[in-house]
């Protein structure tokens, strides 16, 4: 069973750090595409970065330059390192794996930044 789960979150201080993680698990990791989306209240949920199985990443412009995607095709995990947040980072940020022409998503994990 193809399955992922995020985990890292947390509160922090408006410039301060997380990461995220995702863990995976069933089919075959090297083989999918990650994404990292994000949920603030009240908002739709939003595209915030990905990479590909070849390792090649795309960042929404609104976190260019602060937040890093990166895999460990062995620990079948992806990561979302989250430099300088904002507040408006704040959100519930998701993990989505696509794989075989089907997207999978995870529970979410909370992220709050205070100012």
């Known amino acids: 069973q193809v399955q992922v789960r995020e985990s890292g979150g947390g509160l922090v201080q408006e410039g301060g750090s997380l990461r995220l993680s995702c863990a995976a698990s069933?089919?075959?990791?090297?083989?999918?595409?990650m994404g990292w989306y994000r949920q603030a209240p009240g908002k739709q949920r939003e595209w915030t970065a990905t990479i590909t199985s070849s390792g090649n990443t795309i960042y929404a412009d609104s976190v260019k330059g602060r937040f890093t995607i990166s895999r460990d095709n062995a620990k079948n995990t992806v990561y979302l390192q989250m430099n300088n947040l904002k507040p408006e980072d704040t959100a519930v940020y998701f993990c989505r794996r696509d794989y075989i022409s089907r997207a999978y998503w995870g529970q979410g994990t909370q992220v709050t930044v205070s100012s």
């Open positions: 069933g089919g075959i990791f090297s083989a999918s595409a």
